[in-house]
């Protein structure tokens, strides 16, 4: 009975599966549509993702209750195609870009990634799933202590949140196969992109806060070069400074 183990292999890995990509219960529908919606952007905004988007990554896009991360918690608002504003002036990103950011990254998962700009906890919740471990900062400090709370209660225990100017990283949790920061600057932090490993990738909207931005991908070589490539226009809140760093 040769085919036996093998069907146990596989029904093992579709358990672990499972638990890392539950999918909540509540707005199931609006979570599914949310999902045709990103699909059909992935379609007609080719240049974003080179009109991919891997199953693993619509896999966390659909596990993530996204309507707890949004203020009122109404499904309506949750998963709708927007931006959705979370207090202290910052918003969750529309979820194509979430997504679009995520697939960028090209994450894995023995992967630790960096997230500047923790907002409501989102982004770092879709990424939990996919890597082995997200360390994320976020400027204002009741936004970091509430995403830090929430993420807790829902169970992503990989994430860890510290309140902080991001624009230093995180050198003790790193270094860092991966980094996404979601708000917007003229030019790529310094110290990001030393503390991005070798073979690495750091996804940053670049430009004039207010205005778009242009959504950067930059790559560290295995030998320390770094590329970069524009892959679309996008509209982040600014990344702002910490009063005792210099601007
Ligand atoms: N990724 C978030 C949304 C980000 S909005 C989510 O999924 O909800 C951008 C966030 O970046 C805001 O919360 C803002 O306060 C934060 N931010 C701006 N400048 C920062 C800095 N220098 N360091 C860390 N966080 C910063």
């Not at 966390?60 to 949004?70: E, G, L, N, W």
């Not at 931006?83 to 995520?102: C, E, K, L, N």
């Not at 709370?149 to 624009?167: F, K, P, Q, S, T």
């Not at 708000?183 to 030393?194: F, N, T, Y």
């Amino acid at each position: 009975m040769r085919a036996r183990p093998i069907a146990f292999v596989a029904l093992a890995f579709l358990a672990v599966a499972d638990a890392a990509f539950a999918q909540p219960a509540e707005c199931a529908r609006e979570r599914d549509e949310m999902l045709d919606t990103i699909r059909a952007h992935v379609w007609s905004s080719p240049d974003f993702t080179g009109g991919k988007m891997s199953d693993g990554v619509l896999a966390a896009m659909r596990s993530v209750p996204r309507q707890r991360f949004v203020p009122g918690g109404a499904c309506a608002e949750g998963y709708a195609d927007s931006p959705v504003r979370i207090g202290h002036g910052q918003t969750v990103s529309q979820p194509f870009v979430v997504a679009a950011m995520t697939e960028l990254a090209a994450v894995a998962p023995a992967h630790t990634v960096l997230e500047i700009g923790t907002g409501s906890g989102y982004q770092a919740a879709v990424l939990s799933p996919l890597v082995s471990k997200v360390c994320t900062i976020e400027i204002v400090g009741e936004l970091a202590t509430g995403a830090a709370l929430l993420l807790r209660e829902l169970g992503y225990g990989n994430i860890h949140v510290r309140a902080g100017d991001g624009y230093r990283g995180w050198p003790e949790c790193g270094p860092f196969d991966a980094v996404i920061v979601t708000a917007a600057l003229g030019h790529v932090p310094p110290p990001l992109i030393e503390q991005l490993k070798p073979g690495g990738r750091l996804v940053m909207p670049v430009g004039e806060p207010g205005r778009t931005q242009r959504l950067t991908v930059l790559e560290k070589s295995a030998t320390g070069e770094i590329s970069e490539r524009i892959v679309g226009l996008v509209r982040f809140v600014p990344f702002t400074r910490g009063r005792d760093q210099v601007p």
